[in-house]
């Protein structure tokens, strides 16, 4: 079975500048997630799909970040523009269904955001 | 806000050791998830465990929790370089979110 796909890897931006992360989950996963992971803290949930509608967003900052879901797979995020502060690691994570065993997350790697 | 936080922020042993990882949170919850991730690396998770148990092994882990005090607490036995990761805990919630405490950095010295 093939994991959760994320890309890039690696990004370095100046502030102000726009960045897109691109996500394509675990085949068959209704609900997909976008996770921040600021460097020695846990993952902050920022937006969550279920199929290709939204879940929970109340912890995206919606006058920067923006996410979408087409036709229920691949997501993308974005930030315009971007902060110092945007400075983490993007973590994307997909899952059968968003409530009991079912909720078990499988991660990507991520892509790890620089903001000079 | 965080609504896990594991202690210790970090503990190191050596190999073979059992390694002991505790887990608090503040409200009610539908179950508790642990993950693990290596430096670098997305999570991937260890153990799910519903809040009408009160223990469950898998494998060299072991997980209790504890409803009425609000903590969960993972046991590695006879660990290995291998385990070297930080540990996190996962409470899922009435509202189905997932929420993650701040971890627990393991070294296992070989």
């Known amino acids: 079975e093939a994991g959760v796909a994320q890309s890039p890897r690696y990004k370095i931006i100046e502030k102000r500048q726009s960045v897109a992360f691109w996500c394509n989950p675990i085949?068959?996963?209704?609900?997909l997630y976008w996770y921040q992971q600021i460097l020695g803290q846990g993952p902050k949930l920022l937006i969550q799909?279920?199929?290709?509608?939204?879940?929970?967003d109340s912890q995206l900052p919606k006058d920067r970040f923006s996410a979408e879901r087409l036709k229920g797979v691949d997501s993308t995020l974005k930030i315009q523009p971007a902060k110092l502060e945007d400075s983490a690691v993007y973590l994307c994570?997909?899952?059968?269904?968003?409530?009991?065993?079912?909720?078990?997350?499988?991660f990507g790697a991520g892509t790890r955001l620089s903001v000079l | 806000s965080q609504q896990g936080e594991e202690d210790p922020q970090a503990l190191s042993i050596q190999e073979g050791e059992n390694a002991t990882m505790n887990c608090s949170y503040k409200?009610?919850?539908?179950?508790l998830q642990w993950y693990r991730q290596n430096s670098g690396r997305g999570l991937v998770h260890l153990i799910l465990?519903?809040?009408?148990?009160r223990e469950k092994h898998s494998g060299r882990l072991r997980v209790t929790l504890d409803t009425s005090k609000k903590s969960s607490s993972l046991l590695i036995t006879a660990s290995r370089a291998a385990d070297t990761a930080s540990y996190f805990c996962a409470t899922e919630t009435s509202g189905s979110r997932l929420t993650f405490g701040e971890g627990t950095q393991l070294t296992v010295n070989p």
């Open positions: 465990i519903r809040s009408n148990e």
């Open positions: 409200t009610s919850i539908n179950n």
């Open positions: 799909f279920q199929n290709n509608g939204v879940v929970d």
């Open positions: 085949s068959g996963h209704a609900t």
């Open positions: 994570a997909s899952s059968h269904s968003f409530r009991g065993a079912k909720n078990i997350q499988y």
